[in-house]
């Protein structure tokens, strides 16, 4: 099974920046889709961004203009590049590998955005 490990989260400032990172132990191109989701406490989890196999992309509504989901063949890595953070942004953020229906979980990183 693929392992994924997250890294990049942190504390930032409302209206800030963070580019998070999700490196694959296998080629990120094998799977159909690389998905971010987030959890934040008490809720569900949700997707945020989608890469798909082709190079295209879908992101929530709620973070669309704001977040941007890229991937890296050779590095095996996928980013979430995340600007104008907003309270609202705080959660545990998770990257999700899919192959024919079947997904794979990172461990999660976190971020706050708080003043």
């Known amino acids: 099974q693929v392992q994924l490990v997250e890294s990049g989260g942190g504390l930032v400032q409302p209206g800030g920046s963070l580019r998070l990172s999700c490196a694959a132990s296998?080629?990120?191109?094998?799977?159909?889709?690389m998905d971010w989701y987030r959890q934040a406490p008490g809720k569900q989890r949700d997707l945020v961004a989608t890469l798909f196999r082709g190079g295209s992309s879908h992101y929530a509504t709620s973070v669309r203009g704001r977040f941007t989901i890229s991937g890296d063949n050779a590095k095996n890595t996928v980013y979430l590049q995340m600007n104008s953070l907003k309270p609202e942004d705080t959660a545990v953020y998770y990257c999700a590998a899919m192959r024919v229906g079947v997904y794979s979980w990172g461990q999660g990183t976190q971020v706050t955005v708080s003043s």
């Open positions: 296998e080629s990120i191109s094998s799977f159909n889709a």
